[in-house]
């Protein structure tokens, strides 16, 4: 069964850094594109960022351009999102979803970011 597990979540303080990582197995990484999600406290889903099935496409809203890098490893079925210069707006659920198509079929559980001094 489709499996995504987020991790590296935590408290950063602004203008920090931090990297998080997605784990995904029971089926075939590198076949498939694959996305980021956030949802902050209390607001609706946004979507971050995608990556084509090579890495090398990739694609962010406007609002994070220059300061989130997405990334994948498909020897390792692993998906990255860093992120720099973090803000308190970043603050946020951030969870990793399977693209099928323009849908996203499969989602994580989510790792919590926590931007705060």
């Known amino acids: 069964q489709v499996q995504l597990v987020e991790s590296g979540g935590g408290l950063v303080q602004p203008g920090g850094s931090l990297r998080v990582s997605c784990a995904a197995s029971g089926f075939t990484f590198s076949n498939y594109y694959m996305s980021w999600v956030r949802q902050a406290p209390g607001k609706g889903l946004e979507w971050v960022s995608t990556i084509n099935t090579a890495g090398g496409l990739t694609y962010y809203a406007d609002s994070l351009k220059g300061r989130f890098t997405i990334s994948r490893d498909n020897a390792k079925n692993t998906l990255y999102l860093q992120m720099n210069t973090l803000k308190p707006e970043d603050t946020a659920l951030y969870y990793c979803?399977?693209?099928?198509?323009?849908?996203?079929?499969?989602w994580g559980k989510g790792t919590l970011v926590t931007v705060s001094s």
């Open positions: 979803a399977k693209l099928w198509g323009e849908s996203m079929d499969y």
